[in-house]
């Protein structure tokens, strides 16, 4: 009636203050009860923070204030728009009870959970003092502040849990990032690979932490985030990817490493999606530079050594790869051999992106036939084991690789075969590796690529000759003289 005779006369309704409203929630000399209704009779039409935050500490507990935000609403009282409210509300409706609590023995101001700059400072400073309670509560300030979160906050406090260990946590937080449609920065996702992933040397297999779980399982957590953060606007970058293919292939998971190598396949030369690039502010320039680091030369070319390996006793058994050429006949279908994967995943990429893989297979299968059956063939315990397990002999692998590439690789090779040179050892090893000197009874080849063997040899001959000299100071002895190779004498060729 007041509010009409108001409209007539020009005479603006009185204001209710939010102090007067929370200093009347907060009179213990009435009951809950009769100052909502109370409340509901002076004709208030929303709740301000204060008022809110005295009615949760007059209800204790975030079920009581659950039912009294709903009988208020019937009242006809909402509460305003503010991001404390909004804080209240999720904590209530979710039923966390601790950060419930947390939030009303907190000494901050309600005004001040709008603000970011001191949010995020006093973020920062709970992780310094360990304050988790605090910082979880925060971090859901800062979530509500803006529409996708703050990528900054949630990055700080995986970064804390990361430097912990805590496992549990990082997958709770980065599957609530990943709802909120926010990217793991690329510091945290190198810190999650020395860390967790486990430290590797430059040529070396990596060393995995000592776990419960199987090494793979946070390396694939690592891939999973990485993948997720390229997409949504974080630059990776190509060494990043490079060392994640090489994790995978030593450790000889190949199935890992051929699902990551299609999806770059994808992401950089396919241009599958195309607005990946502009939200990490990459130009075609960059993409192409980053495709060209990393399908390499010697990327590609590690491929096919990393499929001759033998399976890794923890991976997933694989099935014999179908040759691309047959993929999509429901007839006639040929599959290589689980040695080939390697070059078969190069034909693959041949086919789909028209990037020439040729001349890196041929190069590739030259090198490992040379170290599994050559003159100096290697001892080290994987490579004897590939011969055995596969029952590979050197005519087989070179026919076999010859018909992945469709005779492209070895033009030629199969009459040479069906010809009598094909008994002829030195025949075949000459074909293969180059021209063959014998003297006193030893044979000894000469690669093609006769200049670079002999500038890699001289360049070790000088570097060892230096050392040499730093230890000894005078000539080494026969057995450590640099130009002392044991490992060029004739062994058994197997063809």
């Known amino acids: 009636m007041s509010a009409l005779v108001g409209d007539v006369h020009g005479i603006k309704p009185k204001q209710i203050s939010d102090s007067f409203v929370a200093k009347l929630l907060a009179t213990w000399a009435f009951p809950l009860d009769f100052l909502v209704n109370g409340i509901g009779f002076l004709a208030i039409e929303s709740l301000g923070p204060q008022a809110l935050r005295q009615l949760a500490l007059r209800c204790g ?85 803006e529409k996708r979160g703050n990528a900054n906050a949630w990055n700080a406090v995986l970064k804390y849990n990361i430097w912990r260990r805590d496992e549990p946590a990082i997958e709770s937080l980065v599957r609530r990032m990943r709802s909120l449609q926010i990217a793991v920065d690329l510091e945290n996702l190198l810190i999650f690979r020395a860390r967790i992933v486990g430290y590797r040397r430059a040529g070396h297999r990596p060393v995995h932490r000592v776990s419960n779980s199987p090494p793979i399982q946070p390396l694939n957590f690592l891939a999973g985030m990485a993948m997720f953060s390229l997409h949504n606007g974080v630059n990776v970058g190509a060494k990043f990817w490079i060392e994640l293919l090489k994790r995978y292939g030593m ?34 320039r960059d993409v192409h530079r980053d495709c060209q680091a990393i399908f390499s030369h010697n990327l590609l070319g590690a491929l096919v050594v990393w499929g001759l390996r033998p399976r890794s006793p923890g991976s997933p058994r694989d099935t014999p790869p179908v040759h691309p050429q047959f993929m999509n006949k429901s007839h006639n279908t040929w599959q290589a051999e689980p040695w080939a994967r390697g070059l078969v995943l190069l034909r693959r990429i041949e086919l789909q992106s028209n990037m020439p893989t040729i001349l890196t297979a041929r190069k590739a299968i030259r090198q490992r036939m040379w170290i599994l059956f050559g003159p100096a063939y290697s001892a080290r315990a994987i490579n004897p084991e590939t011969v055995r397990l596969h029952n590979l002999t050197l005519s ?42 014998s003297s006193d009874g030893r044979l000894q080849l000469i690669p093609a690529s006769l200049g670079r063997l002999r500038y890699e040899l001289n360049k070790r001959k000088r570097n060892l000759k230096y050392r040499h000299k730093l230890k000894y100071n005078h000539r080494p002895p026969y057995q450590h003289r640099p130009y002392y190779y044991r490992s060029l004498l004739m062994n058994q060729v197997v063809i």
């Open 251 to 284: 450790a000889r998971y190949w199935k890992s490493v051929e699902r990551l190598t299609m999806w770059l396949l994808s992401r950089y030369r396919l241009d599958r999606d195309p607005e990946w690039a502009a939200r990490c502010g990459l130009d075609n």
């Open 396 to 437: 087989h692998c070179v026919l076999h690789a010859n018909q992945i590439f469709e005779g492209r690789l070895f033009p030629g090779i199969e009459s040479f075969f069906d010809g009598p040179e094909a008994t002829s050892r030195t025949a075949v090893m000459t074909m293969l590796f180059g021209q063959v000197k």
């Open 61 to 145: 507990n975030c079920t009581v204030f659950g039912e009294k935000i709903e009988e208020l609403k019937r009242l006809g009282i909402e509460s305003k728009a503010s991001n404390y409210a909004r804080v209240m509300h999720y904590v209530a409706r979710e039923g966390q009870e601790s950060m419930f609590q947390t939030l009303l023995r907190s000494d901050q101001h309600p005004d001040t959970f709008g603000d970011a700059k001191v949010q995020t400072a006093l973020l920062h400073a709970f992780l310094r003092r360990n304050d988790l309670h605090n910082a979880h509560l925060t971090l859901i300030v800062l979530s509500l502040l």
